[in-house]
Nanobody, 115 residues
C-alpha cells in the first residue's frame, strides 16, 4: 500500500502564494501519475493538475498560468506551487497517486484564500 503525506495548506490573502507537498512512502513500486484534486464545500472533487513520470503536465483551465505542478528527482514527492490565489481556490486539496499498487489518496489539506 502506498502511503501519502500532504503538507503546506493554510490561510492566505487573495493574490498570495502557497506550496503544497505530497510525499509517497513505500518501496518496490513504480509511480505512473501524480495529481492534485480539490473539493470545495458542496461541490464535487475536481482535478487541478497532473504530472506523469516523464514530466508531462496538465492543468485545469481555472488554474492555468497560476499553478505549477512538479516532482522531485526520485519522483516520490509532488509539489503544487500556487500563485495569484483567489477566493474561489478555497478548498481541501488532495494528492492522488497512480502506481503499480493502484490508486492512493492523501488525507487532504485545507487551503483558504480570504482577507
Amino acid at each position: 500500500q502506498v502511503q501519502l503525506v500532504e503538507s503546506g495548506g493554510g490561510l492566505v490573502q487573495p493574490g498570495g502564494s502557497l506550496t503544497l507537498s505530497c510525499s509517497a512512502s513505500g518501496s518496490g513500486f513504480s509511480i505512473y501519475v501524480m495529481a492534485w484534486y480539490r473539493q470545495a464545500p458542496g461541490t464535487q472533487r475536481e482535478l487541478v493538475a497532473t504530472i506523469t513520470g516523464s514530466g508531462i503536465t496538465n492543468y485545469a483551465e481555472s488554474v492555468k498560468g497560476r499553478f505549477t505542478i512538479s516532482r522531485d528527482r526520485p519522483g516520490n514527492t509532488v509539489l503544487l506551487q500556487m500563485n495569484s490565489l483567489k477566493p474561489e481556490d478555497t478548498a481541501v486539496y488532495y494528492c492522488n497517486v497512480a502506481s503499480g499498487r493502484g490508486i492512493a489518496w492523501g488525507q487532504g489539506t485545507q487551503v483558504t484564500v480570504s482577507t
